[in-house]
C-alpha cells in the first residue's frame, strides 16, 4: 500500500494502536473461507458465519481462529454442511478455540509422497456478531449515506474475519453478503450471485485462487461502476484479458476514467515483464482506506479524498497498487520482517512503469527522490531492511521497506545485469505464485543466474542498517596518461562494495565514462586501465543514480 494521503494520516496517527508479530498457527493449513455477513440498513453490528475448511498434522487438537472483541461467538459447529455437529468453543482474549475430533489420516494425504506428516481435512463453522471496531470500517460518506469498506493491513481481518490471521496461511475466499439493495457489494475475486430478496440483494464473490488474510475485503456502498473493458489481453493467466473497472461514489463517476485509463498498459507492462496477472479481474474503488491505497486481491482500494482532488489518483499510485498484485499479492513474504519483498517490489515496478511510461529521464528523476528519502531517513541508518525483530508493525511502512528496498533491487539488477535480473525475477516469481517467498529465495534464484555468490549483496544492503557514505577523488598522471582513483568510505557504517560510474569531463570538454569495481575497504585506490589522452578537468561521480550512496567530491 501507500501511506495516507496527509490529511488522513494526521486524523489516525491516533487510532493506530501498536500490533504484534505472531507466528502462523503450527500444524494448520487453512485451504478455504467461506465468510456469509449480514449488513444492516443502519448502524454497525454486523452478523457473521465463517466456515473454515482446514488441514491439520496429527498434534493439533483445537483450531484457534483469531476474532476481536466486541465480535461475540455466537455458536460453533464441526462440519459445514447439515451433518455438522454443535461444538463447545470458547472466545478469549481475541481467539476462538474450536476443540477438534480424534485425527484421522485422510486418503488424500496418504497418497500424497510429499506429505511430510500425516494431514486429515476438516471444517469448521463459527457464528458470531457485533459492531467491528476496526477491519471492516463502517461509516458515512460526505453525503451521509451508510458505507463499509474492509481495510485489514496489517492483522485487523481479526477485528470481522474470524481466521488465521497471518499472511503465510493463504486460502480462497468465498464472500457471501446480504446487505440493502441500494449498496453495490465487490470484493475479491469474481461475482459468482446477486439474489434479490425484498429490499435486500445476497451477493456472492469468490476467488479463484487464494490470498492472504489482509487482503480479503468486501466494499459495500453506494458505487458507480466505470468499465474499463478487457485490458491486457493475451496477457491473462485465467481467459485471455483482465477485465477491468473503476467504481466510485456517483459523484465521481462522471471523472472517470482519470488516470484509469492507463490502467490497461499498467497491466500489459507488468504482465510481459514478470508474468501473466494472477487473478481473474481487476477493479479499482473509491473506498475509505485510511491509506492512500490499499493493493487488496483483485479489487484495489484507494483513499476517498484522492478522487475529490482535481488531479485524481496519480499513475504513480496505480502503477505501485497494480505491481502489488504480483508482489505482495500472488507472491506473499512469508513473514512480516520481509516486507521489502512486497513494498520495495512495488516501489521498483512502479519506477519502472515511469521508464516505460515517461521515459528515461524521468525514471532517474524518480531514483533520485527515492534515494534523496533513504538517505534522509533516521530508520534507514538504524535498522536493516529485513527487520524480524520489529513488533510494531505499522512502524515496518518506513523508508527501508519501501525506498531503500526498491533502490536495492535497482542495484542488484545493476549488480547481475538486465537479462539475468529480469530473468531472475520471474523464476523468483513464477514457481511461488500464490504461494509465499523470503529473501533466501531471491537471492537463490539471482545466484542461479550470475552462477556466482551474491550472499554479501544481500548482507551488506538488506541485514545491515545505513548506506555508503563516500568520498571519491582523482589523480591525473600526465606523463603515464592515467587516472587513479580514491574511494574512501566513512565510518558509520561497515564500508560497502559496488560497480561505481564516474564521468569525466576532459580539457576540451569532451566527457567519458568509466566503471570501477570498489572493494569493501575504507579506502580504496584503483588505477583506471584505460588511458586518458587528454587531461581531465572534472568528475560526476554516479552521475546516473546507480548507487545507494551519500557522495562527497572534494
Ligand atoms: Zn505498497
Not at 313 to 333: C, D, K, M, R
Request: charge should be neutral; hydrophobic fraction near 45%; proline fraction near 5%.
Amino acid at each position: 500500500m501507500r501511506r495516507g494521503v496527509a490529511v488522513a494520516l494526521l486524523a489516525l496517527g491516533a487510532a493506530i494502536a501498536p500490533t504484534t508479530v505472531e507466528a502462523q498457527q503450527a500444524g494448520v493449513d487453512v485451504s478455504r473461507y467461506r465468510f456469509a455477513l449480514s449488513l444492516p440498513d443502519t448502524g454497525k453490528v454486523i452478523r457473521a458465519e465463517a466456515q473454515v475448511q482446514f488441514t491439520r498434522t496429527r498434534t493439533v487438537d483445537a483450531l484457534r481462529l483469531d476474532l476481536l472483541a466486541p465480535m461475540a461467538l455466537r455458536g460453533a459447529t464441526l462440519g459445514c454442511d447439515n451433518k455438522a455437529t454443535a461444538v463447545a468453543a470458547t472466545h478469549e482474549r481475541g481467539v476462538i478455540t474450536v476443540p477438534l475430533p480424534a485425527f484421522t489420516k485422510s486418503a488424500r494425504a496418504a497418497n500424497d509422497p510429499r506429505a511430510m506428516e500425516p494431514l486429515d481435512s476438516l471444517c469448521v463453522t463459527v457464528r458470531y456478531d457485533g459492531a467491528p471496531t476496526d477491519g471492516l470500517v463502517i461509516s458515512t460518506d460526505t453525503a451521509g449515506r451508510w458505507r463499509a469498506f474492509g481495510d485489514n493491513w496489517p492483522n485487523r481481518a481479526r477485528h470481522w474475519l474470524a481466521s488465521v490471521d497471518h499472511p503465510s496461511d493463504k486460502a480462497l475466499v468465498e464472500f457471501v453478503v446480504d446487505a440493502p439493495s441500494a449498496r453495490t457489494v465487490v470484493a475479491n475475486g469474481t461475482q459468482r450471485a446477486q439474489v434479490p430478496q425484498g429490499g435486500r440483494t445476497r451477493t456472492t464473490w469468490a476467488t479463484a485462487s487464494p490470498i492472504p488474510t489482509y487482503l480479503m475485503v468486501i466494499a459495500a456502498a453506494p458505487l458507480t461502476v466505470t468499465e474499463l473493458g478487457q485490458t491486457a489481453c493475451g496477457l491473462a493467466s485465467v481467459g485471455r484479458c483482465v477485465p477491468q473497472r473503476v467504481y466510485t461514489a456517483p459523484e465521481q463517476a462522471a471523472a472517470m476514467p482519470g488516470n484509469f485509463a492507463q490502467a490497461d498498459s499498467i497491466v500489459a507492462f507488468f504482465s510481459r515483464l514478470v508474468g501473466p496477472f494472477p487473478y481473474e479481474q481487476l477493479a479499482h474503488l473509491q473506498s475509505s482506506t485510511r491509506f492512500g491505497g490499499m493493493e487488496n486481491a483483485g479489487a484495489i482500494f484507494y483513499n476517498d479524498a484522492l478522487f475529490r482532488t482535481p488531479a485524481g489518483v496519480s499513475v504513480g499510485l496505480i502503477a505501485h497498487e497494480v505491481a502489488h498484485q504480483w508482489f505482495g499479492n500472488a507472491v506473499t513474504e512469508a513473514e512480516w520482517g520481509q516486507l521489502w519483498l512486497s513494498e520495495g517490489f512495488a516501489t521498483y515496478f512502479a519506477a519502472l512503469y515511469t521508464e516505460k511510461a515517461f521515459g528515461d529521464s524521468a525514471f532517474r528523476a524518480e531514483r533520485e527522490g527515492i534515494r534523496r528519502t533513504i538517505l534522509g531517513a533516521k530508520v534507514v541508518t538504524e535498522r536493516p531492511v529485513i527487520d524480524s525483530t520489529q513488533t510494531d508493525l505499522l512502524a515496518l511502512l518506513n523508508a527501508n521497506s519501501y525506498q531503500k528496498g526498491g533502490f536495492v533491487l535497482h542495484m542488484l539488477r545493476r549488480e547481475v545485469g538486465d537479462s539475468a535480473f529480469f530473468r531472475g525475477v520471474r523464476a523468483y516469481w513464477t514457481p511461488r505464485v500464490h504461494g509465499n517467498a523470503r529473501t533466501e529465495d531471491l537471492r537463490a534464484v539471482m545466484e542461479r543466474e550470475v552462477g556466482r555468490d551474491l550472499s554479501w549483496f544481500f548482507d551488506q544492503w538488506l541485514r545491515r542498517p545505513g548506506f555508503a557514505e563516500l568520498t571519491v577523488r582523482y589523480a591525473y598522471d600526465a606523463a603515464r596518461r592515467q587516472v587513479k582513483v580514491i574511494v574512501e568510505q566513512g565510518t558509520r557504517f561497515a564500508p560497502y562494495r559496488f560497480p561505481l560510474v564516474l564521468e569525466f569531463t576532459m580539457d576540451d570538454g569532451s566527457t567519458r565514462v568509466a566503471f570501477v569495481n570498489v572493494p569493501a575497504r575504507a579506502i580504496a585506490e584503483i588505477t583506471l586501465r584505460e588511458t586518458f589522452e587528454r587531461t581531465p578537468t572534472s568528475m560526476r561521480v554516479d552521475p546516473t543514480v546507480e548507487l545507494l550512496a551519500e557522495i562527497r567530491t572534494p
